[in-house]
């Protein structure tokens, strides 16, 4: 069954108005006609089944007529904290750690970066961002939307992420303990609420910045002997983490 995101205020008396861009996946690529269903979630966590009343150029509507909460998303919050890097390389990680249940991701300013990664996003590259995990939370089954923090320099987000729970930067010369050990470091009585994950750019993080990081409440892990470039590190990060607490399956 094909699933949408609609806004909250779209739903109204049982009734779901599917917005422009729903609607015209519906009436235009998908071809669905009046009485086929769809599903559609708001992003609190419930999900509905819509059987399509109207299909016409103007709107698209649906009944709704069963409300499930199928308890897909994950029992901690992670925050991704992404460098600003290349942007295709930045909505990779949006796009495929959406998928694998982040809960949030902060845009990270570090000291090296290369040209043209550092500037700050603007208001069109936001709506891309939002729609890139809309579309993923879509196709991957989720019921909530990941939210995206405003850019933010490193020391400030690792202290505002420490108050939350754990937060372990990503080194490629770190060799003290990997990323398994700094996690059991830390959860020893049980699963955390939350856990921050910070990756660095594509020129890595500055030993300076590692100290400070470090001052501020990071624990710092290794991910091997080899360097993975910056969206790699994410994406693999995220999934050692979910395997780590038993969140990716038996």
Known sequence: MHRFFVPRSAISNGKVLLPEHAAAQVRRVLRLRQGEQVAVFDGSGGQWTATLQEVTDRRVTGELVQETRP??????????CQSLIRPERFELVLQKCTELGAARFVPIITERVQAGDQSLPTGPRLERWGRIV??????????????????????????????????????????????????????????????????????????????????????????????LRSETAAIASLAALLCEFGLLGD
């Open 134 to 227: 809309q579309e993923a939370a879509e196709q991957s089954g989720r019921t909530r939307l990941p939210f995206i923090a405003p850019a933010s320099a490193l020391l400030n987000t690792v202290r505002a992420e420490s108050a939350r729970g754990p937060v372990v930067l990503l080194w490629e010369e770190e060799r003290r303990q990997g990323l398994r050990q700094a996690l059991r470091r830390n959860s020893a009585g049980g699963l955390p609420a939350a856990v921050a994950l910070v990756i660095g750019p594509a020129g890595g993080f500055g030993e300076q910045e590692i100290e400070a990081a470090e001052a501020a409440g990071a624990l710092v892990a290794g991910m091997g002997m080899r360097v």
């Open 71 to 80: 308890g897909v998303e994950l029992p901690l919050a992670i925050t991704v």
